[in-house]
């Protein structure tokens, strides 16, 4: 499995930007899929999570109301719609994939995640 993570740029404060995750290998469909996000000198942390079939998802409360997470599984890409942007959302933004296959729900923890794209840096000015 490659995920592909892309969209990251330099934005000001309050503006938007829209993330997304390609995956390869594996059927895609069948995996929630998660983005989570690590800043300098701080530990990565959850920041969004869908299921497999996109019915359900679940924010970090720190960007809950800002970030969308999404999903097309035509196109074996995973969306993450950030809105008012701020400077402490500053962080490389990463995609993952959960290990199991068909798993109802969502997940926070890094370890229910087999496979991590590169990242994608997202930096907010002030």
């Known amino acids: 499995v490659q995920l592909q993570a892309s969209g990251g740029g330099l934005v000001q404060a309050g503006g938007s930007l829209r993330l997304s995750c390609a995956a390869s290998g594996r059927s895609f469909a069948s995996y929630g899929m998660g983005w989570f996000r690590q800043a300098p000198g701080r530990e990565r942390e959850f920041v969004a999570a869908?299921?497999?079939?996109?019915?359900?998802?679940d924010y970090a409360d720190s960007v809950k109301g800002r970030f969308t997470i999404s999903r097309d599984n035509a196109k074996n890409t995973v969306y993450l719609q950030i809105n008012n942007l701020k400077p402490e959302d500053t962080a490389n933004y990463y995609c993952a994939q959960r290990k199991v296959p068909n798993i109802l729900g969502t997940d926070r923890h890094e370890d229910k995640y087999a496979h991590w794209g590169q990242g994608t840096q997202v930096t907010v000015s002030s």
């Open positions: 869908i299921s497999w079939g996109g019915g359900t998802t």
